[in-house]
């Protein structure tokens, strides 16, 4: 198995929180969704158990992939 690039995806994050800081209003794809939901990041993106980058939004249960968030 593939092991995560912990470089890439803390250049990802890196690059998330210096155009976005807490509180931006973003766009995120739920599970289950067809259509994406407005919100607000509550946290910088952060890399979740050396395997993920993830962020924490508002009136959102959870982490979600920085891959499925897009800055408005």
């Not at 993830?54 to 982490?63: A, H, K, Q």
Request: charged share 25%; glycine share 6%.
């Amino acid at each position: 198995m593939k092991r995560p690039n912990v470089q890439k995806m803390q250049a990802q994050c890196d690059a998330f929180n210096a155009a976005n800081p807490v509180g931006a209003d973003v766009l995120v794809m739920l599970d289950g969704k067809d259509e994406p939901f407005k919100t607000k990041t509550r946290s910088l993106a952060e890399i979740l158990s050396g395997h993920s980058a993830v962020i924490w939004l508002e009136d959102v249960r959870g982490c979600y992939l920085l891959e499925r968030v897009t800055p408005v």
